[in-house]
């Protein structure tokens, strides 16, 4: 329980940085953290007291392993958004350094403002 | 042409060094993916980011020679192209998408597993590729908008 | 035992991580920071038995890190804020973050406690994985056969991503001597 809310107040803390933030970078940041916060919390569901990677090795008796190891699904799930979250970060990114190019500064009220 | 790009010699040794190494790692990776931890994903991040650090160490110019933007477009596409072509033919074999139609084998043996090997290394294409083309992308572009320098003319 | 206590302490430390990302002034440190915080992510990986993830975690972080370095090295370094109308807005989220957190408080009551998964679908996985895949891997047996379709679709947005990436970076007519994208084989 007690980590489960430290997770959410991390997650609360990308949030903070995504809404408050006038940094365009910043905000970037920002949802990074969030997605960390996301990823470990699906790992933490999975989790299994006294578990095991869902590895088999050689010496392993695979009944024991079926009841002792960890929950693979969510890993699976995440492993692939990892990769997903980092191909979003480089389009993310693109935007950003565009966007810098064109107005000339990271802020998004200026930026606002020479829009309009 | 050599001399006046990149970073310093030290790095250049270092990267001579250590290359042959990184790619052989992230091969291992991705070819014992279904034994032990590892797959298509963080191989093919590893490829990627071997071929950056050659990119950071030597310079563009030097690594474009060897495998440019373009190419490495092409190969991501057919990486994508081969992890189609598992599920399409699992799809007309065995009746379902991605069906596994190549045979178990024997665990802890490295062609065990089925298609699982293939997938992998589809996915380690189009991974690795697609991620250092838009590195190269975005450091192209990082030089223009810093300073507007002369452009070298041919090589 | 002390494995809890352990990623109690590392998942504070991520949270000071985070708190100093998003607070410092120079953007070079604020990166530096929250690459800080996804090693620790890493680590705790680790300890929550994914070997497969905390590999992933590490490596992604490194690419992650070096593309945010291109963005940020050489344009002005220092974040933008005016100390007058940051404040009303501050309160305003903070207010509203400690109304989601309290309600956050409630609504975990309903998913299972730590440690007792509830696993219909992955004792499945489990149980038929080595003989109808074969691989020792189970993550790798989940990611490319049994939901192996899941994997494509996550791959197509890979590559949607990255071609808009391209897209917006590509340069128009203007500039095309530079362009990355045009296929010039001549010279």
């Known amino acids: 329980m007690t980590l489960y809310m430290l997770n959410f107040s991390l997650m609360m803390v990308g949030m903070y940085a995504l809404i408050v933030k006038r940094h365009i970078v910043k905000k970037i940041l920002g949802i990074a953290i969030m997605e960390y916060a996301v990823n470990h919390f699906l790992i933490l569901i999975g989790f299994k007291k006294a578990g095991v990677a869902p590895i088999l090795t050689k010496d392993m008796d695979l009944a024991t392993f079926i009841q002792t190891a960890v929950d693979p699904l969510p890993q699976a799930l995440v492993l692939t958004s990892i990769v997903i979250g980092l191909g979003t970060l480089a389009l993310m990114v693109a935007i950003a350094i565009r966007l810098y190019e064109r107005y000339g500064t990271f802020d998004m009220h200026e930026i606002n403002r020479l829009r309009g | 042409m050599d001399k006046h790009t990149g970073m310093t010699l030290i790095v250049k040794m270092i990267t001579q060094v250590m290359i042959g190494f990184l790619l052989v790692f992230g091969a291992y990776i991705v070819l014992y993916g279904h034994i032990t931890p590892g797959g298509g994903f963080p191989g093919g991040v590893m490829i990627a980011l071997a071929y950056i650090l050659l990119t950071l160490a030597y310079g563009r110019k030097v690594v474009e020679s060897k495998i440019s933007g373009v190419a490495a477009s092409i190969v991501d596409d057919l990486g994508a192209l081969l992890f189609w072509l598992v599920g399409i033919i699992g799809l007309y074999i065995g009746g379902r998408y991605f069906y596994n139609f190549l045979g178990k084998g024997e665990p802890f043996n490295i062609f065990s597993a089925g298609t699982i090997i293939i997938s992998n290394i589809g996915i380690t294409l189009k991974v690795g590729m697609s991620l250092y083309a838009i590195f190269l992308a975005l450091a192209i572009l990082q030089r223009v908008v810093t300073e507007e320098e002369p452009k070298e003319e041919g090589e | ?187």
């Not at chain 3, 070997?51 to 963005?71: G, K, W």
């Not at chain 3, 790798?140 to 994997?151: K, N």
């Open chain 3, 1 to 187: 035992m002390e494995n809890l206590i352990i990623l109690h302490i590392l998942l504070v430390f991520m949270i000071i991580g985070a708190i100093i990302t998003i607070e410092i002034r120079n953007m070079l440190s604020a990166v530096i920071a929250v690459g800080a915080v996804g090693f620790m992510l890493s680590v705790q990986f680790l300890f929550l038995g994914a070997p497969d993830i905390a590999i992933t975690q590490v490596i992604v972080e490194i690419l992650s890190l070096i593309i945010l370095i291109r963005a940020t090295i050489n344009v002005d370094n220092v974040a933008i804020e005016r100390k007058e109308e940051i404040i009303f807005s501050n309160r305003i989220t903070l207010i509203f973050i400690g109304v989601i957190l309290i309600f956050a408080w409630t609504a975990f009551h309903a998913l299972p406690t730590f440690g007792e998964p509830s696993m219909r679908v992955s004792q499945f996985y489990l149980i038929h994985g080595l003989q109808e895949v074969g691989a020792t891997n189970f993550v790798t047996s989940v990611i490319l056969d049994f939901r192996a379709y899941d994997t494509f679709g996550e791959a197509v947005v890979l590559f949607t991503s990255i071609s808009g990436a391209f897209a917006i970076l590509r340069r128009w007519k203007k500039e095309q001597h530079k362009d990355f994208l045009r296929i010039d084989r001549e010279h």
